[in-house]
Each structure stands twice: as structure tokens, then as C-alpha cells.
Nanobody
Framework: QVQLVESGGGLVQPGGSLRLSCEVPGAGFKINVMGWYRQAPGKQREFVASITSGGSTKYADFVKGRITISFDNAKDTMALQIDRLKPEDTAVYYC???????????????WGQGTQVTVSS
């Protein structure tokens, strides 16, 4: 079983910045893709950004230019830098990882517990 450990989040004023991290401790697996999703109250969970093990990135249109996703292969940790935060960025942010366990050809999706980001003055 793989557990994703999220950190960061909190209360930020509009226009401020925040950095979220997601660590994937353990061994015996390969991380294929990691990403961030968010869910605002009363809304469905939506894609924010992703990064592959090769470093290819994707961003949702609503965050392009304000968000940078990165991955530290040595630490198996993904980070999400969010700048110029807006009140509509308020949501629970979830870390996601697609992982292949050694000896298993299938990929498995894992989720973090979520971290609250609140943008308010």
C-alpha cells in the first residue's frame, strides 16, 4: 500500500502565494504520473496540474501562468507553487499518483487525504 503525504495549504490573502508538497515514501514501485486536483464546496473535483516521471507537465487553463508543478526524483516529492491566488482558488487540494508496483504490469491510482487552501482577506 502506498500513502501520499501532503503538506502546505492554509489561509492566504488574495494575491499571495502558496506551496503544496506531496511525498510518496516507500520503495518497490515506480511513479508514472503525479498530479493535483481540487474540489471546492458544492463542486466536482477538477484537474489542476500533472507531471510525468519524464518531466512533462500539463496545466488546467484556469491556472496557466500562475502555477508551477515540479517533481524531485531523489525525494519522490511533488510540489505545486501557486502564485497570485484568487478567492476562487479556495478548495481542498488532493495529490494523485499513478504507480506501477514492481512485478505488476498494472498501474494503480493513489490519493492523498487532501489539504485545505483558503484564499480570503
Amino acid at each position: 500500500q502506498v500513502q501520499l503525504v501532503e503538506s502546505g495549504g492554509g489561509l492566504v490573502q488574495p494575491g499571495g502565494s502558496l506551496r503544496l508538497s506531496c511525498e510518496v515514501p516507500g520503495a518497490g514501485f515506480k511513479i508514472n504520473v503525479m498530479g493535483w486536483y481540487r474540489q471546492a464546496p458544492g463542486k466536482q473535483r477538477e484537474f489542476v496540474a500533472s507531471i510525468t516521471s519524464g518531466g512533462s507537465t500539463k496545466y488546467a487553463d484556469f491556472v496557466k501562468g500562475r502555477i508551477t508543478i515540479s517533481f524531485d526524483n531523489a525525494k519522490d516529492t511533488m510540489a505545486l507553487q501557486i502564485d497570485r491566488l484568487k478567492p476562487e482558488d479556495t478548495a481542498v487540494y488532493y495529490c494523485n499518483a499513478d504507480i506501477t508496483h514492481w512485478g505488476d504490469s498494472r498501474t494503480h491510482a493513489y490519493w492523498g487525504q487532501g489539504t485545505q487552501v483558503t484564499v480570503s482577506s
